[in-house]
């Protein structure tokens, strides 16, 4: 939870770092629009936005694991790794 209290904390227009987020539209936990509005308000001239439909966790929060959204785990990190090259 400190991670996310600092997240939460930290102004997007101060984010100059490349940034990759992945999202469920309809995630139980987490607001999507939020996210879509944070992404968008990101500095960082390099950024990408990813939807992750249907990970297979039933409240559609956890993109990817073997325990909740096995499914989408290869295309996860398929993903990060083509941001990161």
Do not use: C, W
Not at 3 to 25: C, E, G, N
Not at 42 to 48: N, P, T
Not at 55 to 76: E, F, K, M
């Amino acid at each position: 939870m400190g991670v996310v209290k600092l997240a939460r904390d930290a102004d997007p227009l101060s984010i100059r770092q490349p940034v990759l987020v992945m999202y469920a539209p309809n995630d139980e936990i987490v607001d999507a629009e939020a996210i879509r509005e944070t992404h968008a308000s990101f500095a960082s001239e390099r950024k990408e936005i990813i939807v992750i439909a249907d990970s297979g966790d039933p409240r559609q929060h956890t993109l990817a694991g073997d325990a909740l959204s096995p499914r989408t785990t290869q295309s996860v990190a398929r993903h990060i790794v083509a941001f990161i090259r």
